[in-house]
């Protein structure tokens, strides 16, 4: 089982930038065959919506709100995710969580239509823009 920790969230003003950084850990790259790591995150109040994906081949998916802003990226290993945000925006603010899931196969290209997606997840860490 994949144990995933994010780091590098903060308090920053509008314009400003953050990288948050998914560590992914446990034995399961070797089990299967491809993978998602996606950035989901969930405003207060506000249901989890999703962010932005990338797959095995670096194949990304982005959502049209952050298009332009944000990036996704990993390390070569496929073992830290990261995701570059600039231009932020208070409507940013937000607990922004790292999910996975892993495919025996090779995989669909990610979706960020739903969490139920994924099945690896983070504690969160939190984005505030003022």
């Known amino acids: 089982h994949v144990q995933l920790v994010e780091s590098g969230g903060g308090s920053v003003q509008a314009g400003g930038s953050l990288r948050l950084s998914c560590e992914a850990s446990g034995g399961t790259y070797s089990t299967y065959r491809s993978y998602c790591m996606a950035w989901f995150r969930q405003p207060p109040g506000k249901s989890r919506e999703g962010v932005a994906a990338i797959d095995t081949r670096g194949r990304i998916t982005i959502a049209n709100s952050v298009k332009g802003r944000f990036s996704i990226a990993k390390d070569n290993a496929g073992n830290t995710l990261y995701l570059q945000m600039n231009d932020l925006r208070p409507e940013d603010t937000a607990m922004y969580y790292c999910?996975?899931?892993?495919?025996?196969?090779?995989?669909?290209?990610?979706?960020?239509?739903?969490?139920?997606?994924?099945?690896?997840w983070g504690q969160g860490t939190q984005v505030t823009v003022s």
């Open positions: 999910a996975a899931v892993f495919f025996r196969g090779m995989g669909p290209i990610c979706s960020l239509n739903s969490p139920d997606d994924y099945n690896s």
